[in-house]
């Protein structure tokens, strides 16, 4: 086992012909300096320019990615690194290289998985490395959600300059191809329960082109975060919404409230009703995206107590019976309005309040008994 590769540096490249090969050389400076047994994997993305020719002359592994992206390029190179440490980072000269052993080190002191933080180091602006609007708005916010959604301490989420354990990576499965693979790495990282460090680094000009698009790359961030989260997304504003809905039909049931001059009669259960009705809704979306990601691995259904729970009790024939049994109790009342009009010798008749609840419930009660499919759908066991 002498010869085993200790470090994988894996850079991802797409027309970095005036950076990748100084970016190469640094690793294997640092190799030489440290006596470590390491090697440098760079993913091409496609390149049109000499950054392949450059990166074989420079002894460093190329791999070849034809499928566009940041995630792609990573998920490759990743694949066939054969360090127990793995590095990565850009091949545009804005990560120093020489840092390599600042990275190492945590790794080999316990730590799963470390982070840059260009925030904490210095900083140079400039040919589009950090514009003012990615330093003090876009990735402070985003980072900032990211804490909020999924409890992750980190400073500086989108640092693209990380090192990993081989095992720690392998329990990450990550699958997405765009940038917002940066995001899904912390988030699973924090998933997996890795223990994470974070180092102060410096961010030089990049050299060439930035490939960086400020707002569809911010906004894949956030979209990856909130679809990577269906309790924000879906179950939190579900519950406000169905929760608040029964209350106020349960409330104007009985008659108008007042609150001072202001009367809140009937009307308000229209409200009320469409609340109810698309509270629920939101919440199966919610309960059934999380029941997808389980069902597809990309989560742990132990992780979750409420869903592990109903995922117990659940069955398609309880949901059928409880949707009959709400619809049929939504149906009673509907008859009842029904009788009351023809005693009325089907003339007028202001019976609002009931019709408005018992639609609800129909209504209600018709969703239940059709999600209860839907649910038996995304259970269905796969060899």
């Known amino acids: 086992m002498e010869d085993a590769i200790e470090i994988s540096v894996i850079m991802p490249c797409l027309n970095e012909e005036k950076a990748v090969g100084l970016c190469i050389e640094k690793c294997f400076k640092v190799f030489r300096d440290n006596k470590i047994k390491g090697e440098v994997v760079v993913v091409d993305n496609g390149s049109e320019d000499r950054s392949k020719e450059i990166i074989i002359k420079s002894q460093a592994r190329l791999i070849e990615e034809p499928r566009r992206g940041y995630g792609s390029a990573y998920i490759k190179g990743f694949s066939e690194a054969k360090g127990r440490y793995l590095i990565m980072g850009d091949a545009d000269d804005t990560y120093n290289f020489f840092d390599i052993p600042k990275f190492l080190e945590p790794l080999k002191n316990g730590y799963d998985f470390v982070i840059g933080d260009r925030l904490s180091g210095k900083i140079k602006s400039g040919n589009g490395s950090m514009p003012w609007l990615h330093r003090y708005i876009g990735n402070p916010v985003l980072t900032k959600i990211l804490k909020v959604l999924f409890g992750v301490k980190v400073s500086d989420a989108h640092c693209g300059m990380r090192s990993i354990t081989k095992n720690a990576y392998n329990k990450l499965f990550l699958k997405t191809i765009g940038m917002e693979f940066a995001s899904e790495m912390i988030i699973n990282a924090k998933k997996a329960n890795l223990k994470i460090k974070e180092v102060p680094i410096n961010y030089r000009l990049r050299i060439g082109e930035s490939k960086l698009r400020t707002f569809k790359d911010g906004w894949r961030h956030l979209r990856f975060m909130l679809l990577y989260s ?154």
């Open 230 to 383: 269906p309790t924000a997304l879906f179950l939190i504003p579900g519950a406000v919404l169905f929760i608040s809905g029964l209350l106020v039909l349960f409330v104007l049931s009985f008659g108008p409230i007042f609150l001072g001059r202001v009367m809140f009669d009937f009307h308000y259960m229209f409200l009320g009703g469409l609340f109810a009705l698309a509270g629920y809704q939101i919440l199966n979306l919610g309960f059934f995206t999380k029941i997808y990601a389980y069902t597809e691995k990309f989560e742990d259904e132990r992780r979750d107590k409420v869903v592990s729970f109903f995922s117990r009790h659940l069955s398609l024939e309880r949901m059928i019976l409880g949707g009959a049994l709400v619809f049929l109790i939504g149906f009673m009342l509907f008859g009842w309005v029904v009788v009351l009009w023809g005693e009325n010798k089907f003339g007028n008749l202001f019976e609002v309040r009931k019709m408005i609840i018992s639609l609800v419930l129909m209504i209600l009660g018709i969703q239940t008994f059709f999600n209860g499919f839907f649910y038996s759908i995304l259970r269905i066991e796969k060899k």
